[in-house]
């Protein structure tokens, strides 16, 4: 006899686990809940039993078993994926969000071509100051370009000051191409009917860590920030100035704690701008050589990036500063800059040893030819 007929008939008796029912028609929502309850009274509530129960009961007709299993199996099973679709999803993703390394100069920006997230970049140089104003001339020059992104800086030496940007951004809006891009989003805020103008700078999030723990905290918020918010500014630059007083306290040849933290820490953040499809860039310092580095491409330079050979595979790109000789090269109307050498040492994606010119005047880059 069927389950229906059972119905029909009137032999149903009271189900004895009102729990298991509940499952049930969690489950099966589709069906009656006079064929659920017979379901029960016939103790073929269990999922499994209705699922991989090799011969089915003789009172229960084919058809409507056929049905309960299809409906168990859609609504138990998990969700159909692809591997080669999901790694095809993420890499145009990647290409959409890219937007590049873009400082405004361009010798520097022929420099950084080709370079944009997911990737790790170290500016490495013995002068951190000038490593610091570049770092910091490209988060508000993309600010400045993109009122939809957002830069995350943290600070490890206590030595940001926002007056720089402030400065950095008040010399970009002096120059004339950045004017018209103002005049073009500003056009964007009106027809979007707002009224207060966007400072930029707003969108510059910045956070403080002085050893490796604290960072690992600041890394944990910003995995649980950028996988619970969806409403906010994307995430676009994750910036640590530096890195070399955050690991090198803790690197010692005897001991090879401080270098699997490094690594660890270098791996999750690696992590996080594949997943999440933003650049980050960091600020390494410097020590000395008994002789030419044999990375770049000048004989004057007696030093090399901090942190030894294992940080140097733990970053996808190495832009290499040091300041030049003398400023013969300078520009005659800009004498009293400082004139700097930014080389590509070393790179996993693209061609390297290549090499720029830029001025650095106070906290301001100008292009150097």
């Given at each position: 006899m069927s389950v229906i007929a059972r119905y029909m008939q009137g032999h149903i008796c009271p189900p004895s686990s009102p729990f298991l029912i509940m499952d049930l028609r969690l489950l099966l929502h589709d069906l009656p809940?006079?064929?659920?309850?017979?379901?029960?009274?016939?103790?073929?509530?269990?999922?499994?039993?209705?699922?991989?129960?090799?011969?089915?009961?003789?009172?229960i007709r084919p058809s409507i078993a056929?049905?309960?299993?299809?409906?168990?199996?859609?609504?138990?099973?998990?969700?159909?994926?692809?591997?080669?679709?999901?790694?095809?999803?993420?890499?145009?993703?990647?290409?959409q969000h890219d937007s590049g390394i873009y400082t405004g100069l361009t010798s520097l920006d022929n420099l950084l071509?080709?370079?944009?997230?997911?990737?790790?970049?170290?500016?490495?140089?013995?002068?951190?100051?000038?490593?610091?104003?570049i770092l910091l001339h490209l988060a508000v020059h993309h600010l400045t370009r993109h009122s939809s992104s957002s830069v995350?800086?943290?600070?490890?030496?206590?030595?940001?000051?926002?007056?720089d940007a402030e400065n950095i951004l008040e010399s970009l809006h002096s120059d004339d191409k950045l004017q018209c891009s103002s005049v073009v989003k500003k056009e964007e805020e009106e027809a979007l009917g707002s009224s207060l103008p966007v400072d930029p700078l707003d969108r510059l999030q910045i956070a403080h860590s002085v050893d490796t723990s604290e960072l690992l905290s600041v890394l944990d918020l910003l995995h649980t920030y950028l996988t619970t918010d969806q409403t906010s500014d994307t995430l676009r630059y994750v910036i640590i100035d530096s890195v070399n007083t955050l690991f090198s306290p803790n690197l010692s040849s005897t001991s090879s704690h401080g270098h699997a933290v490094m690594s660890s820490?270098?791996?999750?953040?690696?992590?996080?701008?594949?997943?999440?499809?933003?650049?980050v860039l960091v600020s390494n310092g410097s020590v000395p050589t008994k002789s030419h580095n044999p990375a770049s491409s000048f004989c004057f330079s007696r030093s090399k990036p901090a942190l030894g050979p294992t940080f140097t595979f733990l970053t996808d790109d190495t832009i290499w500063l040091t300041r030049a000789p003398d400023n013969k090269l300078l520009p005659q109307d800009n004498p009293k800059a400082d004139l700097y050498i930014a080389e590509h040492i070393r790179s996993r994606t693209k061609r390297s040893r290549s090499w720029t010119l830029f001025c650095v005047r106070g906290r301001i880059l100008e292009d150097g030819s």
């Open positions: 809940s006079e064929v659920l309850v017979s379901l029960e009274n016939l103790s073929l509530d269990d999922p499994s039993v209705l699922l991989f129960q090799p011969v089915i009961p003789p009172y056929h049905k309960i299993r299809k409906q168990l199996a859609r609504t138990l099973s998990a969700p159909e994926s692809r591997g080669d679709y999901e790694h095809l999803h993420k890499e145009a993703a990647s290409r071509r080709g370079l944009g997230a997911p990737c790790i970049v170290e500016f490495a140089g013995s002068t951190r100051s000038v490593i610091s104003t995350l800086w943290i600070d490890t030496t206590g030595t940001f000051d926002g007056s820490i270098m791996h999750q953040l690696s992590l996080l701008a594949r997943t999440f499809v933003f650049t």
